[in-house]
């Protein structure tokens, strides 16, 4: 079992940084493959931003170029750098770790991007 807890969403206007962190509980936290994930308000959840457990990352279109997503093993965490925030970027985005025939969820951290 593996929990995962998300912070440091909040609000932030048009233009500006959020940086989320996600720490697991996982005694091997090295292995999994970890990632982010956005719902927004009467949409389907979405894919962000993921890094294998090699480290090689991946990001949806949307997010390119303004989202960086990094992971310190060491202490167990996997961070989403979010600059240039979007109104569209509004959404409780959550920390998801995979491991083959495994998956866990964070509960959710709310991000609003507002003026």
């Known amino acids: 079992q593996v929990q995962l807890v998300e912070s440091g969403g909040g609000l932030v206007q048009p233009g500006g940084s959020l940086r989320l962190s996600c720490a697991a509980s996982a005694r091997v936290f090295s292995i999994y493959n970890m990632g982010w994930y956005r719902q927004a308000p009467g949409k389907q959840r979405e894919l962000v931003a993921t890094i294998t457990s090699r480290g090689n990352t991946d990001y949806t279109d949307s997010v390119k170029g303004r989202f960086t997503i990094s992971r310190d093993n060491a202490k167990n965490t996997v961070n989403l750098q979010m600059n240039s925030l979007k109104s569209d970027d509004t959404a409780i985005y959550y920390c998801?770790?995979?491991?083959?025939?495994?998956?866990?969820w964070g509960q959710g951290t709310q991000v609003t991007v507002s003026s």
């Open positions: 998801n770790a995979k491991l083959v025939g495994l998956q866990y």
